[in-house]
């Protein structure tokens, strides 16, 4: 019988160690100093919102986890001893045959004055919620730097507790180096109509001391002083891979791997966040710190210590968010700019809180992929016309068959057949509106 050992109880981790268990009897180790059990990370800010309580966030009981014969250790590593499969932890030591390193992401830092006072940090971890949660009581003003998804998911949680808030994004647009100008426009303005201070184009040049270590405010680059009790620094995610650094391991940003999810060292594996593909697929990502990624690379390693060694094909890309009540999705190729050989359909509702854009080849009518803001489609949908490689035209016609908003909601597949033909002079057929639609409009 082997020894698996699992470093990290995040999803990644804990689907290799459901999927392995599944088909093995193997003993299956699971280490984590972040918590005792796993839970959903995307779920943090719900816990501070007051809208779920952390044993809400926990997707097994925790008896799940003994009669399922999984171990779970509480406790750091520290080193490991590649060459005596031997890792040491802050309270033990643990031996393996086959290690899986899942220890997923920490939250960036650029050496800006001030950074390591209280008061001042990320969020990624418990940890982190238990540290916001201390140190934003009573306060008067908080800033938040960095225009990305864990920026406005922190200012979300401030505004919900009606701490007042300014936002630094150093981009001219909120988190324009992925949405296009209109999308990231649409957003800009739902931050700004929510009280919430943005300035954009502004970055942060140092944090300021109140004489006892705590945080008293920031300092921009133009020169500006914003007074604040509690600054987020939300720029980023890196591989949390620090233990590691004088390790023999082939490392870049993240720990190297293959298509099979191996490292430079026989029987060690590398999945998650902090794991880097040597040679990602076409328009994926060396690191993709997302949930689903995560997820994927849990089940294919599993099947690998199985003894069916299987590679990693994650398919389409897709992600989403939420900023603040508009919800995001995106399938598939959505550049910022559209590429020489593309061509696009853009359309936004009257009211700046929904849009729909989809970007297709411009020569062969094939559709590339699709960015919606407050529009809900359907995955599995998407997902198959843009790896069938679906023409424009059939999807435009079909549109209504991928909506997945709740009945009463004012269907937006005619508006876009409407302008798909009046901008780009074809002649898709335009849906009649039902008899409900009627009276909605």
């Known amino acids: 019988m082997k020894n698996i050992v699992i470093i990290g109880n995040g999803i990644a981790g804990i689907t290799a160690a459901r999927h392995i268990r599944k088909q093995s009897n193997d003993h299956i180790v699971v280490i984590s100093g972040e918590t005792d059990h796993f839970f959903s990370r995307t779920a943090l800010m719900y816990i501070y919102m007051g ?8 997707p097994y009981e925790d008896w799940f986890w003994e009669k399922n014969k999984i171990e779970l250790v509480k406790g750091w590593v520290k080193t490991i001893d590649f060459e005596n499969k031997t890792l040491h932890l802050d309270t033990d030591t643990v031996s393996y045959h086959q290690l899986i ?111 006892t270590g705590k945080v008293k405010g920031v300092k921009t680059k133009s020169g500006d002083l914003i007074n604040c009790q509690f600054v987020g620094l939300t720029v980023g995610v890196s591989p949390n891979i620090g233990f590691l650094r004088e390790a023999q391991l082939e490392m870049d940003k993240g720990i190297l791997v293959n298509e099979y ?51 990693y094909k994650p398919g389409v890309w897709f992600n989403s968010a939420k900023f603040f009540d508009i919800e995001y999705q995106v399938y598939g190729q959505v550049n910022t700019r559209l590429k020489g050989d593309e061509s696009s359909i853009y359309w936004e509702d009257d009211s700046g809180k929904k849009s729909v854009r989809i970007v297709f080849n411009k020569d062969t009518g094939i559709v590339l992929g699709m960015n919606t803001l407050g529009v809900r489609f359907r995955h599995e949908v998407w997902d198959r016309w843009i790896s069938s490689e679906e023409k424009i035209g059939n999807v435009i016609t079909n549109l209504r068959k991928s909506l997945f908003d709740p009945e009463f909601f004012k269907e937006v597949d005619i508006a876009i057949q409407e302008k798909f033909n009046q901008e780009l002079g074809h002649n898709v057929p335009v849906r009649k509106k039902s008899f409900l639609e009627k009276i909605l409009s």
Request: a negative charge; glycine letters at 10%.
């Open 51 to 58: 809208h779920m309580k952390y044993e809400h966030t926990k």
């Open 101 to 211: 390193i899942a220890t997923g992401s920490r939250s960036n830092k650029f050496g800006w004055p001030g950074q390591d006072l209280k008061g001042v940090q990320g969020l990624y971890s418990y940890q982190d919620l238990e540290s916001m949660e201390a140190t934003t009581q009573d306060i008067d003003h908080a800033v938040v730097v960095g225009g990305g998804l864990i920026g406005i998911e922190m200012v979300e949680m401030l505004h919900s507790r009606h701490i007042p808030v300014t936002f630094l994004v150093r981009e001219d647009s909120f988190w324009d180096i992925v949405l296009p100008p209109e999308e990231s426009e649409m957003i800009n303005r739902h931050i700004q109509e929510y009280g919430i201070d943005l300035k954009l184009g502004t970055e942060l040049d140092q944090i300021l001391d109140d004489g």
């Open 261 to 311: 999810l191996e490292t430079s060292i026989p029987d060690v594996y590398a999945i998650g966040d902090c794991a880097q593909l040597r040679e990602p697929l076409p328009h994926r990502k060396p690191i993709e710190a997302i949930w689903y990624a995560g997820r994927m690379m849990g089940e294919t390693i599993a099947q690998t210590i199985l003894g069916n060694k299987t590679a």
